[in-house]
């Protein structure tokens, strides 16, 4: 066989062509853009510059050549650390949600997922708030942007843990995760000392975030090793980890002189992280 056939089989097939022009296809434009926004990230010389300003103004002149270019140019002089702060929050916003409204899945959903944290500490902030007499619209814009969500200004009106699940969070992404809160708080008494459905108070509320942050860290961590798997799976199974164990400290630490025992702060430990199991067990009998 001469030359000419030999470079017919060289030739690749019709499927391999048709495959080849749907090659990343669902996340390529995506990643040209992550891409772009990995290059406009400060840098070492960037941050020795605005390490030499004086004020917020002189910030907003260094900023300026950055990629951040003019996000400050309707703002008034002089400007404050709350400004400087809102805006360079929404900027991020703005660049997530365009990220969000271009994803197909698995990706879809697992940027849903980065902002239920959001939810949860929104919705704490608000009852918190309204327990110390808090101006409802004054906690609405301390609420971070990717946690907002419908009704949740609503959250400072019920008294219990049952009527904030019935009157704002059953119909939002986070309502799967109130049942484990309401199940909790079910649970037969243990020393007299279990919490009850009783008005909303200081450590119930407490309660309710590490139970929400509970469910909702071991829901992420399922999402992200099954559904995602590969380098997703490896990456984000040690960031939660990371947080697992983070929350479990801190429940440990802000659990001395409380009426917690060792039952009720295991049902509030996470069961993903390096600590877990064994290290969870010993948190739960530190008194100290």
Do not use: W
Request: charged share 20%.
């Amino acid at each position: 066989r001469g030359p000419l056939s030999a470079s017919r089989e060289q030739r690749p097939s019709s499927a391999t062509m048709g495959s080849m022009m749907y090659y990343n296809v669902d996340h390529g434009f995506l990643e040209s853009v992550v891409r772009g926004f990995r290059s406009g990230i400060l840098g070492q010389t960037d941050y020795a510059n605005l390490q030499q300003c004086e004020t917020v103004d002189d910030m907003k002149l260094q900023l300026q050549s950055t990629d951040y270019g003019n996000f400050l140019a309707s703002e008034p002089s002089p400007l404050s650390t709350t400004v400087l702060a809102t805006k360079c929050t929404e900027k991020l916003v703005a660049e997530f949600n365009h990220l969000r409204a271009q994803a197909v899945e698995p990706l879809a959903t697992f940027m849903e997922y980065i902002t239920y944290g959001y939810m949860i500490d929104n919705l704490i902030l608000i009852i918190t708030g309204a327990l110390h007499d808090r101006d409802t619209a004054e906690l609405m814009a301390k609420c971070h942007p990717l946690g907002l969500f419908d009704g949740l200004s609503a959250a400072s009106i019920p008294n219990t843990a049952k009527d904030l699940y019935e009157m704002v969070v059953v119909e939002t992404p986070i309502g799967p995760y109130f049942v484990d809160v309401l199940n909790l708080f079910r649970a037969p008494q243990v020393g007299g000392n279990q919490p009850t459905m009783e008005d909303l108070n200081d450590i119930n509320i407490e309660i309710i975030r590490n139970a929400l942050y509970k469910a909702y860290l071991e829901d992420f961590y399922a999402f992200a090793t099954t559904k995602c798997g590969g380098e997703t799976a490896e990456i984000m199974a040690g960031i939660l980890d990371l947080e697992a164990d983070r929350r479990s400290i801190n429940i440990t630490i802000n659990s001395f002189a409380t009426e917690l025992d060792r039952d009720q702060k295991t049902k509030l430990f996470p069961s993903i992280g390096v600590l877990s199991p064994e290290g969870t067990a010993r948190l739960s009998l530190a008194q100290d």
